[in-house]
């Protein structure tokens, strides 16, 4: 195995995750570009936070999510970022914002269950959705008549948005919060859509970390 010296390691590890399409955890790091070198996890993990400091001031940021680290924009620099890109971000209704809190929050969680406490029953689309998007997947049966499925969150639900675990959730205030929000943006949405034809466009914007409704 060859050497690598501090500057060679950190250059190495700050080209890998940049160029790499999603996170890269330590244990793929050094089973793929430093697969060469002999490398501890110490070291590995310096330098991993030292870059994490050097770009706390820039406007691209190197963020440990579930999957490992990647660079990622500022949340900030969202609205203008999106203008590169021509479609719409995609819309959450109230429904699927609750479906996935629910999963969440209270994992595993049958669908039952989620139909029980939000007094209505989960659309198979929402369902589907969240599924699709690799957000939710099914961890087993519940033990009762029928063996209904239980879901809970993916990995891929924790680095859309920038988690590395379960822990780092919003409290139900948060959350609460957030829905309160989202009945404003609706609100505005919907009247935004009866003014004259003359009235401003909303701008629109490409898929972020936020969330919108559906009108």
């Known amino acids: 195995m060859k ?3 501090k500057t060679q390691l950190k250059q190495l590890v ?3 995750l940049f160029v790499a399409d999603k996170p890269l955890s330590m244990q793929q790091l050094k089973a793929t570009v430093l697969s060469d070198f002999t490398v501890s996890d110490r070291a590995l993990r310096g330098v991993l936070n030292e870059l994490v400091l050097d770009y706390q001031p820039r406007g691209i940021q190197l963020t440990e ?3 490992g680290y ?3 924009s500022l949340d900030s620099l969202s609205p203008w970022l999106s ?3 021509q479609e719409t971000a995609p819309r959450y209704s109230r429904a699927m914002l609750e479906t996935l809190a629910l ?9 039952g269950e989620i139909e029980q406490v939000r007094g209505v029953a989960v ?26 499925a239980l879901y809970a969150t993916t990995k891929a639900f924790l680095d859309y948005f920038s988690l590395t ?4 959730l919003p409290s139900a205030d948060a959350f609460d919060t957030m829905l309160e929000d989202i009945d404003q943006t609706d609100s505005t949405t919907e009247s935004q859509a009866a003014a004259p034809a003359s009235a401003p466009a909303a701008s629109k914007h490409n898929e972020t970390k936020s969330v919108t409704t559906n009108d």
Do not use: C, D, M
């Open 3 to 5: 050497k690598i010296n």
């Open 14 to 16: 700050e080209a890998a």
């Open 65 to 67: 999510v579930a999957s």
């Open 70 to 72: 990647r660079f990622q």
């Open 83 to 85: 203008n590169l890109w």
């Open 103 to 111: 999963i969440a929050y209270r994992q595993p969680i049958t669908r």
């Open 123 to 148: 659309s198979s689309n929402i369902i589907k959705t969240l599924t699709e998007r690799e957000w939710i997947r099914v961890v087993g049966h519940k033990e009762v008549p029928g063996r209904p």
């Open 165 to 168: 675990s379960l822990g780092e």
